[in-house]
């Protein structure tokens, strides 16, 4: 089964917030990656956190804690264009396996 | 556009056949990795290169081989193809090898494969 567990489906007003939470088991872990994907598109990178914390970039921030196996994603000032599938990522070895991905539907 | 070229973008075939994707990195990227992604799923990882050598291995069937070339470019074949190997292809690239790097995979926009 899948070693990074995320919520399938996410619906949201235009304007809100959304938090993304990611929960992973592998051992030799590296980081989380996140990813957004819009529909029939390829993924693009948002953000990578190596450490514990908080990782900031306009919108979009993601978190990480190393000791609670966890991490999460947090969308900001929501806008339609938001609208895709959000995946959380996790390096271990040589690998970067994705989890199945959260669809973040916003509502006007 | 992230600068990796995925080709064909399309390509229907029958069940039993033997199909070539192929990849081209970003220029100075070394890692090439392969993903499927079936209707509404996750990304399932493949394969991965560096510098022309296999670095890390997934979900990969035995149907299924891939290789990289001298001049960085990769391709992934899939023979006897079965109905349930219908998804979308992608190959990313990386400048590092996978370890230790911030996780920043530069993707294609995919070969979408569909047997009939």
């Known amino acids: 089964g899948q070693s990074l567990e995320q919520p399938s489906e996410v619906t949201a007003v235009e304007g809100a917030i959304v938090q993304i939470n990611c929960t992973y088991q592998t051992s030799g872990f590296y980081g989380l990656s996140w990813y957004q994907q819009h529909d029939g598109g390829a993924p693009t990178f948002l953000s990578y956190?190596?450490?514990?914390g908080l990782e900031e970039t306009g919108r979009f921030s993601s978190f990480l804690s190393r000791s609670d196996s966890y991490g999460y994603l947090l969308l900001q000032e929501l806008q339609m264009k938001d609208s895709a599938s959000y995946f959380c990522?996790?390096?271990?070895?040589?690998?970067?396996?994705f989890g199945g991905g959260t669809r973040v539907l916003v509502k006007p | 556009d992230s600068g990796v070229t995925q080709t064909p973008k399309h390509l229907i075939t029958a069940t039993g056949q033997r199909v070539t994707l192929r990849c081209s990195p970003r220029s100075g990227d070394l890692s090439v990795y392969w993903y499927q992604q079936s209707l509404d799923q996750g990304l399932q990882f493949l394969i991965q290169y560096y510098n022309g050598e296999e670095r890390a291995k997934g979900n990969i069937l035995e149907r299924f081989s891939a290789q990289q070339f001298p001049d960085l470019h990769s391709e992934l074949n899939l023979s006897s193809l079965e109905l349930g190997d219908s998804a979308l292809y992608f190959c990313?690239?990386?400048?590092?090898?996978?370890?230790?790097?911030?996780?920043?995979?530069?993707f294609g926009e995919g070969s979408r494969l569909t047997v009939l």
């Open positions: 956190n190596g450490l514990d």
């Open positions: 990522a996790e390096a271990a070895g040589n690998k970067l396996t």
């Open positions: 990313a690239s990386s400048v590092a090898s996978g370890q230790g790097d911030t996780g920043e995979l530069f």
